[in-house]
């Protein structure tokens, strides 16, 4: 297993960065302004960046900025994407490392997490790019992830990494996006 992170061998999964539930999400712009970087920087370094819908008819669709981004979108009622088939047919794409970031961090993030961990797949979550409605929850859902096996990255060790040093080819790019 490598030490860094893997722009080669990544897949971005956004999950449930929905119309409707981002308003109640403690700290929400945070979490979308994040998830919009990385997903920016997924396409500069042509790592496939897919998301998640639950319930779009209850809780909105993805929210605009994220939705544009996406090179698929998948609709779900279950909470663990895992669940759905054409989620896992999306992930088996040649790429063993699962970058999760997302709404709600203990519900669908971490049951999306245990999913994949379960599957034996290699997986990172960014904790500054996930988000609950409140903050217990999100610090119980990274425990239980990390102890699950889960690797816990933030947005910015993520990026650092992917690129490796200041001589790759996307490097301003990147940093103009991350200032």
């Given amino acids: 297993m490598p030490y860094l992170c893997d722009a080669s061998s990544s897949t971005l999964l956004i999950v449930d960065l929905q119309e409707k539930l981002m308003p109640v999400i403690g700290d929400g712009e945070h979490v979308l302004r994040r998830a919009v970087l990385l997903a920016q920087a997924a396409h500069l370094l042509a790592i496939p960046v897919i998301g998640t819908a639950q319930q779009p008819l209850r809780l909105g669709r993805t929210v ?14 279950s909470f663990d994407a895992c669940a759905q088939p054409e989620f896992l ?9 699962l970058v999760v970031l997302g709404c709600e961090a203990h519900v669908c993030v971490l049951q999306t997490v ?24 999100k610090v119980a859902a990274i425990d239980r992830a990390r102890a699950a096996g889960a690797e816990i990255v933030t947005s910015e060790m993520l990026l650092f990494e992917w690129m490796r040093n200041s001589e790759h080819p996307r490097f301003r790019e990147i940093l103009k996006l991350i200032k």
């Fill in 64 to 77: 605009p900025s994220i939705d544009a981004l996406l090179d698929q979108n998948i609709e779900k009622s």
């Fill in 89 to 97: 047919a999306a992930t088996e794409n040649g790429r063993d490392e």
């Fill in 114 to 137: 245990l999913g994949l961990l379960h599957r034996q797949r290699r997986v990172k979550l960014v904790s500054d790019a996930i988000g609950s409605r409140r903050a217990g929850d």
